[in-house]
């Protein structure tokens, strides 16, 4: 089916923009690759605002979270459950793509073909795919409903 971006090129910016400030805060002493990530969330049908995570590592290495999953569970802990897209930056010489667990955590919560992740390199060089595209023929909550 084909897919009509709905996200203005300047929220797609701010989105990147955010992301790249969640960066900063990014816990990566192990890894020493720091990524961060912006989620356009409504807390009805309207109203969006974007809510940030960055990845957490740990000594206890697979007890880090990454920075899509941190984002995702502050917007639900903050009483967001409508998400329309996700701004991912992981440095500037490569378009971050979000780990299986992520696109995982994420399709819980979105119709997968109208919901859009954005890989950037920067607010002006970055890659958009939906979901549907990155986690074909997912498994959600519909499919344990038949
Ligand atoms: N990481 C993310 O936070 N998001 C991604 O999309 C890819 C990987 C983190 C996990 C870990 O802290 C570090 O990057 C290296 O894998």
Redesign the pocket.
């Known amino acids: 089916m084909p897919n009509k971006i709905n996200i203005s090129d300047d929220i797609i910016k701010e989105l990147i923009k955010s992301a790249d400030n969640a960066r900063k805060n990014a816990y990566?002493p192990?890894?020493h690759?720091k990524?961060g990530?912006a989620l356009y969330a409504a807390k009805d049908e309207d109203n969006f605002n974007i809510i940030t995570g960055?990845?957490v590592?740990n000594a206890s290495y697979p007890a880090?979270n990454?920075?899509?999953r941190t984002a995702v569970f502050k917007a639900v802990s903050e009483g967001y459950n409508n998400f329309k897209a996700i701004a991912?930056i992981?440095g500037d010489d490569i378009y971050?793509?979000?780990?299986g667990i992520?696109r995982q955590v994420l399709r819980e919560f979105v119709a997968p073909n109208i919901f859009y992740v954005i890989m950037a390199k920067n607010e002006n060089d970055y890659v958009i795919k939906t979901l549907e595209e990155l986690l074909p023929m997912s498994f959600g909550p519909e499919s344990l409903k038949k």
């Open positions: 990566a192990y890894s690759f990524v990530a960055c990845n590592e880090g990454c920075a899509e991912i992981g971050t793509s979000p780990c992520c």
